[in-house]
């Protein structure tokens, strides 16, 4: 063994390789501190995106629960009625055995000189009901086609922030009677937010410093109003400060012993690195794979919300009219025959009565699924609105259309629902060369409601 002579041998045996090994470990942990800290701006960044839309899809989910009771409710002749009656019995009925509607936190109705003619747990106050009045009438006319609007509301009793569905009362061909509103809102939950999210989540008026994420809340004039505040979540910290602590653990573990045992201790110490970094590589791979799902998710539920009903999956009303005015196009262009049929189910109202909306509501999505079995892929189905749907008939003249009218009236008497016998009234009609789309559409109506009123369960054509 070569023994240490002199200070200079001590420098060179001992000292040199100390400080090397020092300044190696040193080097080496802020490099590993870097890339630690790229990665972890990375995963932070993508937890970000990922919440957001989380927090979107659910609030967008609630959202669409409000819009469906509007659905039921909103565009009904006799719900427009009763209130021109002052007929606080009849809503007390309807809304009595509704279980949706007793879930809502706050409803109500508010006539149009801004009086309050019925409500739970009222939201608004005065000045905000008057600015409400203001905004319909600034954005839709007496006559235009039915709309609602989604919003966030802070109720200056109770100091909460509450999430608003509403809509000007229709008739049931979805056209706008009158300026008399209902709304159905329910609560903001920071503790459900916080379940989603899997943080800490505050409500306030400001966004605050601490916070990762502050989602805007807007009112109905997209003024915000207040801010969902997501912190950064203790789960995901604790694990950045459980490596960080244990990375400075081995750097100084490293250093103490690095004397003695130096080659054993930096192939140990960087070998642990080394699965660090795949774990690290592992776990944002799987984090990009989850968001690529959620991406995919996100646009079917979009494509969902923009061209089908929810309740029944048939194509919505404003897909509808866009679909006819295109077949309209082309069938005078390509001079190909184009035939509509107008369905409307028989005593729906008195079969909600009977049986309640939930009923109602699955007698709606059995009709949709029957009618979707048995007409051809060409054909476009959609729901108009209540109980009231229609059927495009590309490159069909009317005495084909009629057949298959037939053909569905059939099959709809013959196969009730759990016992509930159904029964329709059909229209048929075809388009002519000096049709617009309101008058082809208009006289299918018309024919659907001369069957309704030949006795119902019949079919009608108006050429």
Known sequence: MKTIKNKKDFVKLIILPIFAVILFITISFFIFLNIFENKKRDIVEKYKVLTEINLKLN????????????????????FYK??????????NNIWELDKEVADCDSYGIIKENGKVFLSKNFIFNKTQIESILSYLKSQVNIGDEYTFFNFFIKNEKDKKYYFVALSPLANTKGYILSYDFLYFAKKLNPKEIS??????????????????????????????????NIFFPFWLKSSFDLVMHFACFLTFVAIVFGISVIYFTAYIVFKKKEEDIKKFLKKIKTIASDQDKINDDLYNEIVKLIF???????????????????????SRRFKYPLSLIYIDLDDFKKINDTYGHRVGDEILKYFSNLILKNIRKADIFARLGGEEFAILLPEMKVEEAKKVAERLLALI???PYEGIKLSAS???????????LETFLDRADKAMYFAKNSGKGRIKVLL
Request: charged content about 25%; aromatic content about 14%; overall charge positive.
């Open 413 to 415: 008497k013959a196969t």
């Open 82 to 91: 009763a209130l021109k009656q002052n007929n606080y019995t009849f809503f």
């Open 59 to 78: 609030l967008d989910k609630d959202f669409q629960t409000l819009n469906n009771l509007l659905n039921s409710y909103a565009i009904w002749d006799d």
């Open 426 to 436: 059909i229209g048929i009609t075809q388009l002519r060369d000096d049709d617009t």
């Open 308 to 330: 089908y009903d929810p309740l029944t999956q048939a194509y919505n009303r404003k897909y509808f009219f866009y679909i006819l005015k295109k077949e309209i196009e082309k």
């Open 195 to 228: 379940q989603i999210t899997l943080s800490k989540v505050q409500i306030s008026s400001k966004k605050l410093k601490n916070s990762l994420i502050s989602y805007p809340l807007k009112d109905f004039s997209n003024t915000t109003i207040g801010y969902i």
